[in-house]
C-alpha cells in the first residue's frame, strides 16, 4: 500500500470527500421537483468544501491565500449543514440521517478552524 501523498494525505480532505460522496448518494432519493434546487445546493456546497481545501493546500507557501481558500471552505461547509437542515425539516431525510452528515461536518469544521490559526504549519519545507 502506498502513502498519500499531498493534498489526499489531509484528514480533512478525506472527510470532507467523503461527506461530498455520502451527501450525493442521499440526495439521489430527493423529490425530482427539487433537483435543481435542494439537490444542486447541497450537492454542490458540499463538493465546493473539499475543492477548496485541495486549492488552499496549493497556496499553502503563501499564509494568507492558504487561509482565505480554508475560510471559503468553511463557509461552503456551513451552507451544507444549512441545507441538511432544510432537507430534515422537508422530510426528505431522518433524524438520524440529518445527526451523522451534520456531525461529520461539524468535525471538518473544527478541523478547518485549527488549520486557519495555525497555517504555518501546513506551510511546505523547503
Not at 439521489?28 to 427539487?34: A, G, I, Q, T, V
Request: charged share 30%; hydrophobic share 35%.
Amino acid at each position: 500500500m502506498t502513502a498519500k501523498k499531498g493534498y489526499r494525505s489531509l484528514i480533512v480532505y478525506r472527510k470532507s470527500f467523503d461527506l461530498a460522496m455520502s451527501i450525493f448518494r442521499l440526495s439521489k432519493k430527493f423529490p425530482s421537483e427539487e433537483r435543481f434546487g435542494l439537490t444542486s445546493q447541497i450537492r454542490r456546497s458540499s463538493r465546493s468544501t473539499c475543492a477548496n481545501v485541495v486549492e488552499a493546500y496549493r497556496k499553502r507557501v503563501y499564509p494568507r491565500h492558504f487561509t482565505n481558500k480554508l475560510t471559503t471552505s468553511d463557509g461552503e461547509n456551513s451552507e451544507t449543514m444549512l441545507w441538511l437542515e432544510f432537507a430534515l425539516a422537508c422530510e426528505y431525510i431522518t433524524q438520524e440521517e440529518f445527526e451523522k452528515h451534520d456531525a461529520l461536518a461539524e468535525e471538518i469544521g473544527l478541523m478547518l478552524a485549527s488549520m486557519m490559526r495555525n497555517p504555518e504549519k501546513f506551510k511546505p519545507r523547503t
